[in-house]
């Protein structure tokens, strides 16, 4: 029974949060996925950083992350930085046009969480919170 419930619990995770990605994305108003925006993200806290860093971090391929940095170039989100003591390494850093889609992004991304959990009591968010906290805290001891 237990096997069973927690298969529901994944179906149903996963279905909320592939919801919540479609709206976001409706929502939004740009012609941009959440991938792109979560390397921006990456980019404002952590800095520049080499395409394979990034790749490495937020788990894409590096097919997918070429395609992903190639857009932020394009639309100018993204520019390339040379390091000063070695041309061979090229590092991915945000612009102000970034950081200005990035406040976008996560202003769209507060109201949308607003509404969705606005059906929730006081009580279910402390709950759900305390499990999420007890599911990450195991993830990052076992390394599961």
Do not use: C
């Amino acid at each position: 029974m237990k096997d069973q419930n927690v298969f529901q619990l994944i179906r149903t995770v996963e279905a909320f949060t592939n919801e919540t990605i479609i709206r976001w994305t409706k929502a939004f108003g740009h012609q941009i996925g959440i991938s792109p925006i979560l390397v921006l993200y990456e980019l404002k806290t952590k800095g520049a950083q080499k395409q394979t860093q990034l790749a490495g971090s937020l788990g894409y391929t590096p097919g997918a992350m070429t395609n992903i940095a190639n857009r932020l170039l394009k639309d100018g989100y993204a520019k390339r930085q040379l390091d000063g003591t070695d041309r061979r390494i090229v590092r991915l850093m945000i612009t102000e046009k970034g950081r200005q889609l990035l406040k976008e992004a996560q202003q769209k991304g507060q109201e949308l969480r607003e509404e969705l959990f606005s059906v929730l009591t006081e009580n279910e968010v402390r709950q759900f919170l305390m499990i999420h906290e007890k599911l990450l805290q195991n993830i990052k001891n076992d390394g599961v």
